[in-house]
């Protein structure tokens, strides 16, 4: 029997079986591409810890080493340690929330990994710790001066004296919680923070306190050296009562709100050691004062204690009940740890503020305020009853707030879990809420960076969508670790920019609809809104480079064109101008990653380049006429010649602003002087101007990369100062003569009035920026020299 198959019938199955086969190909496609977070399976709002935990789990289980018969062993690790590389870094985090793998076409790190050996022995030795807090450099002075007493390891992984260093400072670290901070920083992680706070060796032992300098541990490394050196540090007293001032300092202290832990010392209680109480008293700095009687001399006195209790808490009248006399509390041990903990469980609560005087209270004084709903009325954490204590120095007030009580006023707060606040004297309008961890170090540094910035809760209510003043506004989710990172930069950026930008935040999580009409995608989205118009902050999250872009703002670096505006100050240009162009698409991803860069290289090049860039989306004909075929396409256009449109572009492969600098500076005719051995004598040496020279080997990569800078030195502190340049491959004699042992090396020759001695003064920097301020420095030092030989005449 034949079947007959028309020719429709035959080109539909046709399209069915394609349509079939492109589903099944998507689906084995889209299933290859894991995101980073699910590569190492943590959620989006892991922190750096979680992910260097869930990153070392997976390497010990799938290194290489350990699987050496799975080909695909390597390609699997460099998956999870591409995805580990990224996530660390919060900068390489936030692009890739933002625009996924994408947004890292700059960044191709992950390529290279330790052994497994490392990752097992080496790798964030501290993690599993938790009394010790590895802290990286991002919150490191915030925590070190958050007003607690730290004591802070900075080891290298590959210190054999660091490891062997860790099980004592594990003990140490438990042996003393509650009495100072632990702290480890990798310096094989964070070098930069590690030299910046002057550290050469490993392990280096450093306590930290806020209000004075750091104090380097030299002693041996055991757990009683380590414990008597911390002690010298801690701030405790320790009173014998007796009868002559017991009622005086008891009084005293009650009158000001502090009780009073009692060791009642005789034949039938233990006595604590004095060592034990002093630590005591040092957990309990400024909460509760602690003294000891003995009975052997003050039998009447002990006499009067009718509890048998060794230790007991003896809080001021009506702080445990308003009808009861008593205001005793009985501790049955001796264990410091547990003394501590028990006193803490027993301190009064915070001051609860009630719905109608809430906006009086806190129009009159800075207040942090935690905010709860009924059942979670007492805080889990007894520590941060601290917080009074510690806090008090910036007179700020601690206290609580039920909104289960007043649920409007929560509302109006777009308050709806519980959280924190800080309010900074001016009632209700101007506060913010704390996003980061609810652990005591990171509330103190939350609340003495807010008190004196000048960041503020949005919502629809105050949203400055028509305010005639600009404001910086903060996209956020509360989740988002590059969200939480943002937000201390963006305070310190506030204190600076004060009566000229306000600073808010708009939780995305709370008012969807509001990020939903400005388009906003990913999180942190900042954006300067200046009446009508709205400019997005696309650089790091430092204050520093928020500072840069809103004067950027202000003082715009890059000429925006239009198609007249090009032809106008481009190709009619002056015969001795030059220009960098960037022709761009908003659409497009490296154009957004290179435009806080161009801009960054654009402030650098002020009265040397021009710069400016046009929108190709939006004037698409001239950029084709232009022959711009790929963005970014970036273009230098020399002086005008008799050649028509002459240009270069850009091949390199790097993006960032140094290496566009470089790029561009190439293009300028030279500025310093070639100088031979009779023209150094002669010119420099002899002669009465003051010199700055670059000895330089032409075969020398450090020396080229060089070379345009100091071409921009030299015409920084052109009319003053002259550049000269000695080629050490021609002129090897001069350059032996001269001590030079090293290329490039720059040295500065003043004149002071006589022959200049050859080895001039060498200058360790290779910022041209950095140079010119240091010759400036020394010609003033020289002048004022002058100046004083002349009066003394």
Same mark, same amino acid.
């Given at each position: 029997?034949?079947?007959?198959?028309?020719?429709?019938?035959?080109?539909?199955?046709?399209?069915?079986?394609?349509?079939?086969?492109?589903?099944?190909?998507?689906?084995?496609?889209?299933?290859?591409?894991?995101?980073?977070?699910?590569?190492?399976?943590?959620?989006?709002?892991?922190?750096?810890?979680?992910?260097?935990? $869930?990153? #070392?789990?997976?390497?010990?289980?799938?290194?290489?080493?350990?699987?050496?018969?799975?080909?695909?062993?390597?390609?699997?690790?460099?998956?999870?340690? /591409?995805?580990?590389?990224?996530? #660390?870094?919060?900068?390489? /985090?936030?692009?890739?929330?933002?625009?996924?793998?994408?947004?890292?076409?700059?960044?191709?790190?992950?390529?290279?990994?330790?052994?497994?050996?490392?990752?097992?022995?080496?790798?964030?030795?501290?993690?599993?710790?938790?009394?010790?807090?590895?802290?990286?450099?991002?919150?490191?002075?915030?925590? *070190?001066?958050?007003?607690?007493?730290?004591?802070?390891?900075?080891?290298?992984?590959?210190?054999?004296?660091?490891?062997?260093?860790?099980?004592?400072?594990?003990?140490? $670290?438990?042996?003393?919680?509650?009495?100072?901070?632990?702290?480890?920083?990798?310096?094989?992680?964070?070098?930069?923070?590690?030299?910046?706070?002057?550290?050469?060796?490993?392990? !280096?032992?450093?306590?930290?306190? $806020?209000?004075?300098?750091?104090?380097?541990?030299?002693?041996?490394?055991?757990?009683?050296?380590?414990?008597?050196?911390?002690?010298?540090?801690?701030?405790?007293?320790?009173?014998?009562?007796?009868?002559?001032?017991?009622?005086?300092?008891?009084?005293?202290?009650?009158?000001?709100?502090?009780?009073?832990?009692?060791?009642?010392?005789?034949?039938?209680?233990?006595?604590?050691?004095?060592?034990?109480?002093?630590?005591?008293?040092?957990?309990?700095?400024?909460?509760?004062?602690?003294?000891?009687?003995?009975?052997?001399?003050?039998?009447?006195?002990?006499?009067?204690?009718?509890?048998?209790? +060794?230790?007991?808490?003896?809080?001021?009248?009506?702080?445990?009940?308003?009808?009861?006399?008593?205001?005793?509390?009985?501790?049955? !041990?001796?264990?410091?740890?547990?003394?501590?903990?028990?006193?803490?469980?027993?301190?009064?609560? %915070?001051?609860?503020?009630?719905?109608?005087?809430?906006?009086?209270?806190?129009?009159?004084?800075?207040?942090?305020?935690?905010?709860?709903?009924?059942?979670?009325?007492?805080?889990?954490?007894?520590?941060?009853?601290?917080?009074?204590?510690?806090?008090?120095?910036?007179?700020?007030?601690?206290?609580?707030?039920?909104?289960?009580?007043?649920?409007?006023?929560?509302?109006?707060?777009?308050? %709806?879990?519980?959280?924190?606040?800080? %309010?900074?004297?001016?009632?209700?309008?101007?506060?913010?809420?704390?996003?980061?961890?609810?652990?005591?170090?990171?509330?103190?540094?939350?609340?003495?960076?807010?008190?004196?910035?000048?960041?503020?809760?949005?919502?629809?209510?105050?949203?400055?969508?028509?305010?005639?003043?600009?404001?910086?506004?903060?996209?956020?989710?509360?989740?988002?670790?590059?969200?939480?990172?943002?937000?201390?930069?963006?305070?310190?950026?506030?204190?600076?920019?004060?009566?000229?930008?306000?600073?808010?935040?708009?939780?995305?999580? *709370?008012?969807?609809?509001?990020?939903? /009409?400005?388009?906003?995608?990913?999180?942190?989205?900042?954006?300067?809104?200046?009446? +009508?118009?709205?400019?997005?902050?696309?650089?790091?999250?430092?204050?520093?480079?928020?500072?840069?872009?809103?004067?950027?703002?202000?003082?715009?670096?890059?000429?925006?064109?239009?198609?007249?505006?090009?032809?106008?100050? *481009?190709?009619?240009?002056?015969?001795?101008?030059?220009?960098?162009?960037?022709?761009?698409?908003?659409?497009?991803?490296?154009?957004?990653?290179?435009?806080?860069?161009?801009?960054?290289?654009?402030?650098?090049?002020?009265?040397?380049?021009?710069?400016?860039?046009?929108?190709?989306?939006?004037?698409?004909? %001239?950029?084709?006429?232009?022959?711009?075929?790929?963005?970014?396409?970036?273009?230098?256009?020399?002086?005008? !010649?008799?050649?028509?449109?002459?240009?270069?572009?850009?091949?390199?492969?790097?993006?960032?602003?140094?290496?566009?600098?470089?790029?561009?500076?190439?293009?300028?005719?030279?500025?310093?002087?070639?100088?031979?051995?009779?023209?150094?004598?002669?010119?420099?040496?002899?002669?009465?101007?003051?010199?700055?020279?670059?000895?330089?080997?032409?075969?020398?990569?450090?020396?080229?990369?060089?070379?345009?800078?100091?071409?921009?030195?030299?015409?920084?502190?052109?009319?003053?100062?002259?550049?000269?340049?000695?080629?050490?491959?021609?002129?090897?004699?001069?350059?032996?003569?001269?001590?030079?042992?090293?290329?490039?090396?720059?040295?500065?020759?003043?004149?002071?009035?006589?022959?200049?001695?050859?080895?001039?003064?060498?200058?360790?920097?290779?910022? $041209?920026?950095?140079?010119?301020?240091?010759?400036?420095?020394?010609?003033?030092?020289?002048?004022?020299?002058?100046?004083?030989?002349?009066?003394?005449?």
């Amino acid at each position: 029997m034949r079947v007959w198959l028309n020719k429709d019938d035959c080109v539909r199955d046709l399209k069915r079986l394609i349509l079939c086969f492109l589903i099944l190909y998507m689906t084995v496609l889209v299933g290859t591409e894991q995101d980073f977070y699910s590569l190492l399976e943590v959620s989006k709002t892991a922190s750096s810890r979680e992910i260097r935990q $869930a990153f #070392k789990k997976l390497a010990l289980k799938l290194h290489p080493d350990k699987n050496p018969n799975n080909p695909n062993a390597h390609s699997d690790f460099l998956k999870i340690n /591409r995805a580990y590389e990224v996530l #660390k870094d919060e900068d390489l /985090r936030k692009k890739y929330d933002k625009y996924g793998e994408k947004g890292l076409t700059d960044n191709q790190s992950g390529g290279q990994y330790e052994s497994w050996n490392y990752y097992r022995y080496d790798f964030g030795i501290y993690d599993d710790d938790p009394e010790i807090i590895t802290l990286e450099r991002r919150e490191f002075d915030a925590a *070190v001066n958050s007003g607690e007493l730290w004591f802070v390891n900075f080891y290298s992984p590959g210190c054999s004296h660091c490891h062997d260093l860790a099980p004592t400072w594990r003990d140490f $670290a438990k042996e003393v919680d509650g009495l100072l901070r632990i702290g480890a920083v990798n310096c094989g992680d964070d070098r930069m923070l590690c030299r910046m706070k002057g550290v050469n060796s490993y392990p !280096s032992l450093y306590i930290f306190r $806020a209000g004075m300098d750091a104090v380097k541990y030299h002693g041996d490394r055991s757990k009683e050296s380590l414990v008597s050196f911390a002690m010298q540090h801690v701030r405790s007293t320790v009173t014998e009562l007796r009868k002559e001032n017991m009622n005086n300092v008891i009084r005293t202290a009650f009158a000001a709100g502090i009780g009073w832990l009692i060791n009642i010392c005789s034949k039938d209680r233990d006595c604590l050691t004095s060592q034990t109480l002093l630590r005591i008293s040092g957990m309990l700095e400024g909460l509760v004062n602690v003294g000891w009687i003995d009975c052997t001399t003050q039998e009447n006195i002990c006499e009067s204690f009718d509890n048998k209790a +060794s230790v007991a808490l003896y809080l001021p009248p009506g702080v445990i009940s308003d009808n009861k006399e008593d205001q005793s509390i009985l501790i049955n !041990s001796l264990d410091a740890k547990e003394i501590y903990l028990e006193v803490m469980q027993n301190l009064p609560d %915070f001051e609860l503020l009630s719905a109608n005087t809430l906006e009086d209270r806190l129009a009159h004084h800075r207040w942090l305020l935690f905010f709860y709903f009924g059942k979670n009325e007492k805080s889990n954490d007894p520590e941060l009853k601290k917080l009074k204590t510690l806090l008090k120095n910036e007179h700020i007030q601690i206290g609580r707030f039920d909104c289960s009580s007043a649920p409007d006023i929560c509302s109006k707060l777009y308050i %709806f879990q519980p959280c924190l606040a800080i %309010f900074k004297g001016q009632g209700t309008k101007e506060y913010e809420i704390h996003h980061g961890k609810k652990i005591l170090y990171d509330i103190l540094a939350f609340a003495k960076e807010s008190v004196n910035s000048h960041v503020t809760t949005l919502g629809p209510q105050n949203f400055p969508a028509s305010e005639k003043e600009p404001w910086l506004v903060d996209f956020f989710a509360p989740w988002c670790p590059p969200c939480r990172a943002l937000l201390p930069e963006l305070r310190k950026a506030s204190k600076h920019l004060y009566g000229q930008l306000k600073f808010g935040t708009l939780d995305c999580t *709370v008012h969807e609809g509001l990020c939903n /009409r400005y388009n906003i995608q990913a999180y942190p989205t900042t954006v300067v809104f200046n009446q +009508s118009s709205i400019h997005e902050y696309e650089g790091h999250h430092s204050a520093e480079q928020i500072l840069e872009f809103i004067e950027d703002l202000k003082n715009p670096s890059v000429i925006s064109f239009t198609p007249t505006t090009f032809n106008e100050l *481009v190709k009619e240009r002056k015969r001795d101008e030059v220009w960098m162009v960037d022709f761009y698409s908003p659409w497009c991803q490296p154009c957004q990653l290179l435009m806080p860069e161009w801009k960054r290289m654009a402030r650098t090049l002020t009265g040397l380049i021009n710069v400016g860039s046009i929108d190709c989306q939006q004037y698409h004909s %001239f950029c084709s006429q232009e022959d711009v075929r790929r963005y970014p396409e970036i273009r230098f256009y020399p002086k005008k !010649s008799n050649k028509k449109d002459q240009y270069h572009s850009y091949s390199g492969w790097n993006r960032d602003a140094y290496s566009l600098r470089i790029w561009g500076l190439g293009f300028l005719p030279q500025a310093s002087i070639d100088l031979t051995p009779s023209t150094f004598n002669e010119k420099v040496l002899q002669g009465q101007k003051h010199w700055v020279i670059d000895f330089y080997a032409p075969w020398c990569g450090p020396c080229q990369n060089f070379a345009p800078e100091f071409e921009l030195l030299a015409r920084m502190i052109k009319g003053k100062v002259k550049a000269g340049k000695v080629d050490c491959q021609a002129h090897v004699q001069t350059c032996q003569k001269a001590g030079i042992r090293a290329y490039p090396s720059v040295r500065f020759y003043p004149y002071e009035g006589r022959k200049k001695n050859i080895w001039g003064e060498h200058i360790d920097s290779r910022d $041209a920026k950095e140079i010119a301020a240091l010759i400036y420095e020394k010609l003033e030092n020289l002048q004022d020299h002058e100046k004083r030989n002349k009066d003394e005449l």
